[in-house]
């Protein structure tokens, strides 16, 4: 059984940092493209960052230079570490398996996400 366990968020000031995790199992986690995605209230949800298995990145344009991605296979996880967090960053993200590098969609059901909330 697939299952993706987000964890991290919290309320930052506009400015701030946060480090997000996801654990992952079910599925053969070092051969897998993982990725970010994330919905903002009234929003569909859209993909954030990909890693392959060797560590190649993909970054949607509005967080690149800001977030970053990076993943664990010992412990099964993926990160994404942010800063200089804007208030447009407010949404419930989610982690997840792709086809590939370049893709922006997922492949396994979701997760509960992790809310992540940018406000003075």
């Known amino acids: 059984q697939v299952q993706f366990v987000e964890s991290g968020g919290d309320l930052v000031q506009p400015g701030g940092s946060l480090r997000l995790s996801c654990a992952a199992s079910g599925i053969p986690f070092s051969l897998a493209f993982m990725g970010w995605f994330r919905q903002a209230p009234g929003k569909q949800r859209e993909w954030v960052a990909t890693i392959s298995s060797g560590c190649s990145t993909n970054y949607a344009d509005f967080v690149k230079g800001r977030f970053t991605i990076s993943r664990d296979n010992t412990r099964n996880t993926v990160y994404l570490q942010m800063v200089s967090l804007k208030t447009e960053d407010t949404a419930v993200y989610y982690c997840?398996?792709?086809?590939?590098?370049?893709?922006?969609?997922?492949?396994?059901?979701w997760g509960q996400g992790t809310q992540v909330t940018v406000s003075a």
């Open positions: 997840n398996r792709l086809p590939q590098l370049r893709s922006s969609w997922a492949l396994d059901s």
